[in-house]
């Protein structure tokens, strides 16, 4: 079956959220031994070879993720965070293929053999759609799913008259529906009691 080539697909990693309902840094709760973002740093190298994380603290992951990952500093101009859609826009500026793989940095259970069948989705997707995502019951999973480069226009549109929501973006846009073998695959994890329950085995 045909899949989208490694030369046409970027993934961007989000890891610059605040984790304040976990307490810690999500980014570095170890899955297996080995922390959560330089874990998924490491399988999204499978499907591309260029693998962006953003961030407004580069420094903290240099030395955790794999050498050939690029780390992009967020610009926060008022010291802010300025939460996931922007800094997802500041970091497609930095890409270059037509299809960019967007992740969250807190998914534990995203393993290699989900994901393969979802790349011969993204063959299929018809061109008037501006991205591929999981849907539920309120809207699109936005954070482990695949966009078009040219949605940038859009997104910057929308930013720059005040948006700031996935949901809300992506309503006004025609999205393409990823279907989910196993919805167990998007679970993040935002809590310490979310963790206990959910991934303490896996850690
Ligand atoms: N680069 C960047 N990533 C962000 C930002 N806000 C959230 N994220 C990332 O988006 C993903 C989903 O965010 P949440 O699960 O809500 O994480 P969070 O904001 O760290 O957690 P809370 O503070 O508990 O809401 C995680 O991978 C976060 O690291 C941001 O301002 N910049
Ligand atoms: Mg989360």
């Known amino acids: 079956m045909k899949t989208v080539s490694k030369n046409n697909l970027s993934a961007i990693i989000l890891a610059g959220g605040q984790s304040s309902r976990m307490g810690r840094d999500k980014a570095l709760i170890p899955i297996q031994g080995i922390p959560m973002l330089k874990r998924l740093a490491i399988l999204a190298q499978e499907y591309t070879t260029d693998v962006y ?4 603290w580069p420094e903290r992951y240099q030395s955790i993720i794999p050498p050939d990952c690029h780390l992009i500093q967020e610009i926060c101009p008022s010291r802010k965070t300025q939460g996931p859609l922007t800094a997802f826009s500041q970091a497609l500026t930095h890409i270059k293929t037509p299809w960019i793989w967007l992740l969250a940095c807190d998914l534990p259970n995203l393993t290699s053999p989900e994901i393969l069948p979802w790349l011969t989705y993204l063959e299929t997707v018809s061109e008037d759609a ?14 482990c799913g695949f966009y078009r480069y040219c ?7 929308f930013i720059d008259t005040g948006g700031r929501s996935f949901q809300s973006w992506l309503r006004q846009q025609t999205v393409a529906e990823l279907p989910m073998r196993d919805r167990q695959v998007l679970l993040n994890c935002n809590t310490p009691q979310e963790w206990e329950s959910n991934f303490r085995r896996l850690g």
Not at 53 to 56: E, L
Not at 130 to 143: D, F, Q
């Open 151 to 157: 949605c940038l226009d859009s997104l910057q549109h």
């Open 53 to 56: 994380i953003i961030t407004s």
């Open 130 to 143: 501006i991205a591929l995502l999981p849907r539920h019951p309120k809207g699109w999973e936005p954070l």
